[in-house]
């Protein structure tokens, strides 16, 4: 998701006809996430068999999913705090109660439909049109994101590059390394084109009084390294359900899978997150097979953690009615 997306720009600057063209791009877009998650998918089975998913899936057990509905209250009560922090410093109102609901309602959205970012779409357009200004409320969940995988990708380098080069997690450091440096050169290059730099001056300018306040900012960072920490526990949960030994291996996996998670390439959720699952574990000498399984069982207790959701959503629809 990106902080301001073709078609409000089209709105913005008044040209209908070409936030009209926008939207008839939007399902060709999401027709290609999809089929990229489903070949990803497919490729990681060919290489790997089904055995693993299915592995995954079998390790599933009471304690598990206790520990992933206890995480996941963690989380959706960190990232809803986040949300409002935000929301609030773009002058919206948000209750703390309503946060938390409706962030529980777009992670089962986000976890059930394709793409990965159709419930933060929906939690946009649910509090836009409670607060009439559609626009800001989607550029205050964006934000929102983009924090909070900001300081998702800041915390995941600064855990495994003290793990230098020479360790057996070298390639997991290469990688991040890569991230880095491939989203300092992307900035670099939408710097130097005029329209896309004006854009960035003035997100900067709304963004600026939110961030301009150390309690906003420290609240921000707090909340998304309690999200991060929370994912990564479970993904270390699911590792040990699957028989894989713990260790601080898991906890460099776990990081670099939780950051796969959030290519919007997937179904679901499922696609690149077993693909990086699989090549991070055989780095570190777990096995491919094991990390995909892992990334299954992570993947299953994901859905159950979150499923507290779809009760929000019934019962959101029963209001309605």
Known sequence: MSAVSPVSEGIA???????????????IRLALRIGVGIAILVATALVVGLGPFLR????ISPFPVLAALVLA????????????TVATGYGLTLRGRAAFAAYYRSQFLNAVLPAGVLGDVHRAWAHG????????????????????????????????LP??????????????GAIVVAVVVMTAAAALLPRLRRLLRQEYALLRPVLAR??????????????????????????????????GGLLAVGLVVLA??????????WGPREAVAGAACAFVGLGASAGVAASAAFGALALIGVLPGAVVLLVERRRTR
Not at 73 to 84: D, G, K, N
Not at 215 to 236: G, K, M, P
Not at 260 to 269: D, I, T
């Open 73 to 84: 209250v963690i989380a959706t009560v960190a990232a809803a705090w986040r949300w409002r």
């Open 129 to 160: 049109r409670d607060q009439g200004g559609l626009g800001i409320a989607a550029r205050a969940v964006a934000v929102e994101r983009i924090l909070g995988q900001t300081v998702q990708l800041v915390l995941t380098l600064v855990i495994l």
């Open 56 to 59: 995954g899936i079998a390790a």
């Open 163 to 176: 793990l230098g080069l020479g360790s057996p997690l070298a390639p997991l450091v290469r990688g991040a």
């Open 13 to 27: 600057e008044g040209t209908p006809i070409a936030a009209e063209q926008q939207r008839g791009r939007r399902p």
């Open 214 to 247: 150390p309690a906003a900012l420290i609240s921000i960072i707090a909340s998304s390294v309690v999200v991060v920490s929370s994912h990564v526990a479970l993904f270390i949960v699911a590792s040990l359900a699957v028989g894989l030994p713990f260790g």
């Open 260 to 269: 796969a998670s959030a290519v919007p390439l997937n179904v679901g959720g």
